[in-house]
């Protein structure tokens, strides 16, 4: 069954600094793994979509790692900004469905 | 570019009546689906469609039931409300499964009293 972790729960870094948020899942049998960003009362925003073929995604001051062997991705922020503020979420297909199986997300406060 | 859209974004509930989630999207997406959020924890498939007509139980339907009748839309049916409904619920669609990245509405945040 398929299973998706992130680590840390929640972080808090001040302005500037750089930070990479962690996802591990246990089936690598995967066709691609999406990260999502979820501000307090929103929906979800698709941030980076990463392909089984590919092994990085970058889209401004994001960049997303994919290492399928070792079951793991990352999500690279270069000088965070406090409108950076927000919860991270990991997904991969997956399960009887082989739909969207999430991780409990990553809460990220970048402060002033 | 609406995208998914989600009515009501708000709802209070008694035990035990009914209401209708309405989710519609404009993309022409084929997949469409529906998760709910609890606190702390990672969202919960409830039903998917691959297509008009076609409907399939996720990982928590009890409780819930759907239809597919035209591509566009996919509303979620609460029959009898229960307290372990309060949630915050998803609709997401995709062009197609797996190899596509998903598109979510704003949600809707149900509490059943």
């Known amino acids: 069954k398929q299973e998706v972790t992130q680590i840390p729960a929640a972080l808090s870094v001040p302005e500037g600094e750089n930070l990479v948020l962690n996802c591990s899942f246990t089936?690598?049998?995967?066709?691609?793994l999406q990260w999502f960003r979820q501000d307090p009362g929103k929906g979800l925003t698709s941030l980076l979509l990463?392909?089984?073929?590919?092994r990085e995604q970058t889209s401004g001051r994001l960049n997303a790692s994919l290492d399928k062997s070792s079951g793991r991705s990352t999500l690279y922020i270069a000088a965070s900004q406090p409108g950076d503020s927000a919860t991270y979420l990991c997904?991969?297909?997956?399960?009887?469905?082989?739909?969207?199986?999430f991780g409990t997300g990553t809460l990220l406060a970048v402060q002033p | 570019n609406a995208g998914v859209t989600q009515t009501p974004k708000f709802r209070i509930l008694k035990i035990g009546q009914s209401m209708t989630l309405q989710c519609t999207q404009d993309?022409?997406?084929?997949?469409m689906y529906w998760y709910r959020q609890d606190p702390g924890m990672g969202l919960k498939l409830i039903y998917y469609?691959?297509?008009?007509?076609?409907?399939d139980k996720g990982e928590v339907p009890n409780g819930y039931n759907v239809s597919r009748s035209t591509t566009e839309d996919f509303p979620l049916r609460l029959e009898l409300a229960a307290p372990s409904q309060t949630s915050v619920y998803f609709c997401?669609?995709?062009?197609?499964?797996?190899?596509?990245?998903?598109?979510f509405g704003s949600g809707t945040r149900l509490t059943v009293v």
């Open positions: 997401a669609s995709s062009y197609g499964d797996s190899l596509y990245g998903y598109t």
């Open positions: 089936d690598s049998a995967i066709y691609n």
């Open positions: 990463i392909q089984s073929s590919q």
């Open positions: 997904a991969v297909p997956g399960g009887a469905t082989n739909k969207l199986i």
């Open positions: 993309m022409n997406h084929n997949y």
């Open positions: 469609s691959v297509g008009a007509g076609i409907t």
